[in-house]
């Protein structure tokens, strides 16, 4: 095990240090119009969760916008209505990453790096910026590698043939799993990225793969729960709309999973796509499933959670 613990955290390191690297640069091609365009294309529900979707494909990280979210929020700049659309909106636009993942163009992550290396040095800060993006794109694929090449020796350990490879597997052990690293990790991204390895490389279930993402819905809630620790009422109404949206979605699909994973089988035969397409399945329809309900779950909230 201990063998395999060293490429498993480079790569790991180099997924997250190119998410970060990313994130950068394109914070930085959005500047301040990302504050901007939250609070004003948010007045409505449906607004605020095409917003919310947009900018969360734009940064390309939904914990991101969830805690400029809770921060606007909190600053009083947002009112608490507005955020429920937007946190439906980050679910959604999360996915845009995984299908990213998902198209394999890993022949493209070393000329990536390199290109966006070679222009760092310019003086153009928009040059900069789409070098910082590019690099770190590259990294996540180069990562995406070095975590693909433990698969096949990691199956044959204790831990995971307990765990996940029985049969009889309980999905609550993906489902806890996802959750855990998620939290650990504040990537979701990064645990899908590893489940859809795993799966490429045949030594997970479809079932297990999907109880996996579905956890890691879960686990994103950290993220909004710490960022609201010592805020208003609204910072945290804002945080337990993320937490009670993203249990009750795992909850409803949990008895779907062989359904959900027949469905995403007859659209694709890649093992990996399976797990970008039920990731992308699961939160469009929980996001629109909740999306008629906002301003009950907003009362509620401030019923819960009081000034």
């Not at 607004?47 to 805690?67: E, F, K, N, Y």
């Not at 659309?85 to 990213?100: M, P």
């Not at 009362?299 to 959670?305: N, T, V």
Request: proline content about 4%.
């Amino acid at each position: 095990m201990a063998s395999l613990a060293l490429p498993l955290l480079a790569g790991l390191g180099l997924f997250l240090g190119g998410m970060y690297l990313m994130r950068l640069g394109l914070f930085a091609l959005a500047g301040d119009n990302l504050h901007r365009w939250l609070v004003r294309f948010t007045k409505t529900p449906t607004r605020g969760m095409i917003t919310g979707t947009l900018v969360t494909m734009l940064v390309q990280s939904s914990s991101a916008v969830s805690v400029v979210t809770i921060g606007l929020a909190n600053a009083r700049l947002l009112s608490f209505p507005q955020t429920i659309g937007i946190i439906l909106g980050t679910n959604i636009g999360t996915t845009f990453t995984t299908q990213l993942i998902a198209l394999n163009p890993q022949k493209l992550a070393l000329p990536m790096f390199i290109v966006g290396c070679s222009v760092l040095w310019m003086r153009s800060q928009v040059i900069k910026a789409i070098g910082m993006s590019l690099s770190g794109f590259g990294c996540v694929f180069l990562g995406i590698q070095m975590m693909q090449m433990v698969a096949e020796p990691l199956q044959h350990t204790s831990f995971f043939l307990s765990s996940l490879a029985k049969p009889d597997s309980s999905y609550f052990n993906g489902i806890f799993l996802g959750a855990m690293f998620t939290a650990l990790l504040h990537s979701s991204s990064a645990v899908t990225a590893m489940t859809m390895g795993f799966m490429n490389e045949n030594i997970l279930t479809l079932g297990m793969g999907i109880a996996i993402v579905l956890g890691s819905n879960v686990g994103t809630c950290v993220t909004a729960i710490m960022a609201a620790i010592g805020g208003n009422a609204e910072a945290k109404q804002v945080a337990w709309v993320h937490v009670v949206l993203n249990v009750a979605g795992v909850l409803l699909f949990l008895p779907f999973i062989h359904p959900l994973g027949a469905l995403v089988i007859w659209l694709t035969t890649d093992p990996a796509v399976q797990i970008a397409h039920a990731q992308t399945l699961f939160n469009v329809i929980c996001s629109l499933l909740a999306l008629p309900f906002a301003h009950w779950l907003a009362r509620a909230a401030q019923y819960c959670i009081r000034k």
